[in-house]
């Protein structure tokens, strides 16, 4: 059935990025900026062991240098917040360590000084005695360990199906989801082929260019916080919650992001900020190096073990999966992605008998939480990896079996939520057409080999959330929009200015977007999960309307038709008699959402929209070496329409070059007392100019979400979804390897091709 789609009078057409001219020379607003009259700066002092008792922390010499204001401990602030716990999911995170740390660079101690020379200098002299305790760094040890990283589970009481574990002892275990469809004893028994595969991912961190900032000032029972953070909303409800105040005691202000990626959602710095200002009764600047990042929060590393079951045809009949999430030390938002990116793992295919155990884990490694993708790109790793291997081993070629077994539009997800405006086989159809998947190509031969491979996935969008937006016309005619979307870069400000553009009739330039200040701008649960565009555009929209629907009224109050877009300053002075009044539209958007069973996990209506996303890639691999060579990587995503096209393109090619990264060059390595070695851009490796294939495409096929804002859905991590499973097929295509541990380095390759080589012989 073909959905009727309104035209686009503005939407759809590319713009350029408001902010760009301000960024390109230098003139935007970040957190880092911020200075305030007698700001002190504060250092970190932190764990030099995994897991220990704290025995004494002897500050004497670190107060002792010139300029220093005070060096504080987890004693200090539980004089000016009784309970000093926080995190989204559990309140298990202390501001500075109490009795014991529980990973490698955990907060002890914070030095604050007149400048950042002086805080630092001190840091160095605080002497912390810890007596070292075991300690446990593998996710899959320490689901059956006796050694426990925390005495008791504490959750936060945000999310209804955490409220159950308070208490709990003796366990890393966090959180357990279970998803149950049909009957897969029954389908693994009577299958024509089983095929068990267990796959890894690693740890690696967000790497933005601006570092975690903070700055607080508290002060007449009010803390003013300017902060790079993504979710202002929850930041202000968190800090009042920790210092037993009301929300319109905290002021939360955000400007641009330099990067986010998740690492900046709910609170990081924040509680340590304000309990220094509260301390030290002055504004205290709280700002990360970018080593102290790897120490902060950082992608979950993974073990996913997947079991499928095949008809002679390659039809997937049943499918088992476990996954297990290394969390680290404190749980963050890690039981949200094991839950709500869980329940994905069966993949974007048809499969009518489905297991699904995820299990969020504790284990004494720094901490783990959202990351673009928001733990897809690890499960797409597995599930797609295991999908060569099927094909590969029956003969059939990998894009005819993902065809085969691809969910299409009115057919049931592993959840039971039947598929709306999920342009899956549309996607596979595309990148085939596009990187030319059934033309033949040079494969090579002697010392070099080339190979080809492809993989997919989907995203459901994290539900339920609630946005607010304001739109408000001013007496002249010019707009501006309050909302807390921040934008870190994705050019959420310009998609905002141009919804208003559309719906109101005004330039899209001439629309400002006013950055988060939770003073004025209404509540939006964070800026996360490519969600701003379907939940807070929604949003937008109906507060411009709201804004029309008044502007309307009032030009019929006056005996007017209607309103003319390119004169609404000339309808106030008809109004007023005179340049004055504002119109302020305001909108509230929350999708429908479904609980999943608590039993089964499933639901009817999981999620309000699907993300989706594929890559295609051909690679050389010298076979001497194992050092392969990205010469093409194509990408196609669904994201309904594409509203603004000029960044939609941005995106896709940015989260694929991203994810790239993680796949090929960045790995947190760790030795086994849990010390972090490459902890640093010179020692950590992001993809340089050098590292990027020469040849990248990216198209979003013709698709419209039908819920969706004027046909559009979120767009920003989909291009992380195939690139890894990409690669290891095409490397496998070339020389007979498959790599199922993440990163792929090419001494892996070269092993894998000597350890071939020594079974041939």
């Given amino acids: 059935m073909t959905t009727e789609r309104p035209p686009l009078h503005r939407l ?11 960024k390109v020379t230098g003139r935007a607003d970040y957190t880092h900026h911020v200075s305030l009259p007698g700001m002190l700066h504060a250092k970190i002092v932190r764990s030099h062991v995994a897991h220990g008792r704290l025995r004494s922390i002897d500050t004497t010499a670190a107060k002792a240098v010139p300029g220093v204001y005070g060096v504080f401990t987890g004693a200090d602030i539980l004089k000016v917040i009784p309970e000093p716990y926080y995190g989204p999911a559990f309140h298990d995170q202390p501001i500075l360590a109490i009795d014991k740390v529980r990973y490698v660079g955990e907060p002890v101690a914070a030095v604050v000084a007149e400048s950042p020379h002086a805080a630092e200098e001190a840091a160095g002299l605080v002497q912390v005695d810890i007596e070292e305790l075991p300690a446990v760094l593998d996710e899959v040890e320490a689901m059956h360990s006796d050694v426990y990283v925390h005495e008791s589970l504490r959750p936060a009481g945000t999310f209804a199906d955490l409220k159950h574990l308070d208490g709990i002892r003796n366990t890393n275990v966090a959180l357990t989801f279970h998803l149950k469809k049909g009957d897969c004893e029954a389908a693994f028994k009577n299958a024509h082929r089983v095929f068990k595969n267990t ?116 039809r997937i009949l049943a499918r088992r999966c476990e996954v297990i999430w290394n969390g680290g030390a404190y749980a963050d938002i890690g039981p949200r992605v094991t839950q709500k990116s869980g329940f994905t793992a069966p993949g974007p295919y048809d499969i009518a008998n489905v297991e699904v155990t995820s ?68 996607v596979l159809t595309r ?95 964070a800026t996360l999960g490519s969600r701003s565009t379907f939940h807070m555009g929604h949003a937008v929209r109906l507060a411009a309307e709201d804004a029309l629907a008044k502007l309307r009224a009032m030009a019929k109050d006056v005996g007017l038709d209607d309103v003319d877009p390119g004169n609404l300053g000339a309808l106030f002075v008809r109004k007023f008699g005179m340049q004055a009044g504002t119109v302020i539209g305001t909108g509230v958007y929350k999708p429908t959402y479904q609980s999943p069973d608590k039993t089964t996990g499933q639901s009817e ?63 947190m390595e760790f030795d086994e007392q849990g010390q972090l070695r490459n902890a640093g851009l010179s020692e950590y490796k992001i993809p340089g100019i050098q590292d990027i294939p020469r040849a990248i495409g990216c198209e979003t096929v013709d698709a419209y979400q039908e819920n969706g804002p004027f046909g559009g859905k979120g767009v920003g991590e989909s291009g992380t979804f195939g690139v890894a499973s990409a690669l290891a097929a095409a490397i496998e295509d070339a020389v007979g390897v498959r790599i199922t541990q993440l990163p792929i380095r090419p001494e892996k390759i070269w092993e894998g091709m000597r350890a071939k080589q020594e079974q041939q012989a």
């Fill in 359 to 426: 299990v969020a884990v504790y284990t004494n490694r720094p901490p783990a939480g959202a990351f673009r993708g928001f733990g897809i790109p690890q499960l797409v790793w597995a599930y797609e990896s295991q999908s060569d291997i099927i094909a590969r081993e029956m003969g059939i070629d990998p894009l005819e079996f993902r065809l085969r077994n691809a969910l299409a539009d009115g057919k049931r997800h592993a959840t039971g939520t039947v598929m709306k405006s999920a342009a899956i086989p549309q």
């Fill in 431 to 525: 990148l085939a057409e596009r990187f030319g998947w059934h033309e033949p190509f040079e494969r090579g031969s002697g010392r070099y080999r080339r190979g080809r491979g492809l993989g997919i996935g989907i995203k459901a969008c994290v539900s339920p959330t609630t946005s607010v937006a304001a739109v408000s016309v001013a007496a002249d005619g010019s707009c501006s929009v309050q909302c807390n979307t921040v934008d870190m870069g994705q050019g959420s400000d310009t998609l905002m200015a141009m919804i208003v553009s559309e719906v109101l009739g005004v330039p899209a330039e001439t629309v400002s977007v006013v950055h988060p200040d939770t003073d004025a701008s209404p509540y939006d649960m």
């Fill in 199 to 314: 796959f890894k991912t690693h740890q690696v961190m967000h790497v933005p260019l601006e570092p975690m900032v903070s700055v607080a000032d508290v002060r007449h029972s009010h803390a003013y916080l300017y902060t790079a953070s993504q979710t202002p909303s929850f930041a202000r409800t968190e800090i009042a919650r920790l210092l037993g105040w009301k929300e319109n005691q905290v002021t939360i202000k955000t400007a641009f992001l330099g990067g986010g990626f998740g690492c900046k959602l709910y609170v990081k710095l924040e509680p340590l900020a304000v309990a220094l200002s509260m301390l030290s009764q002055r504004p205290v600047r709280v700002a990360l190096t970018m080593a102290e990042q790897f120490y902060t929060i950082t992608r979950h590393p993974t073990t996913f073990t997947i079991e499928s079951a095949v008809d002679e045809t390659g």
């Fill in 12 to 22: 759809g057409k590319g713009l350029r990025r408001l902010e760009a001219v301000d």
């Fill in 605 to 667: 209506d999981i999620t309000p929209n699907w993300m989706i996303g594929g890559t295609a890639m051909e690679i050389e691999v010298d076979t001497e070496t194992g050092m392969y060579t990205i010469l093409r990587m194509e990408n196609v995503v669904d994201c309904g329409t594409a509203l603004n096209p000029l960044v939609v393109q941005t995106q896709i090619s940015g989260a694929a070059i991203m994810q790239l990264g993680t796949v090929t060059l960045e790995e």
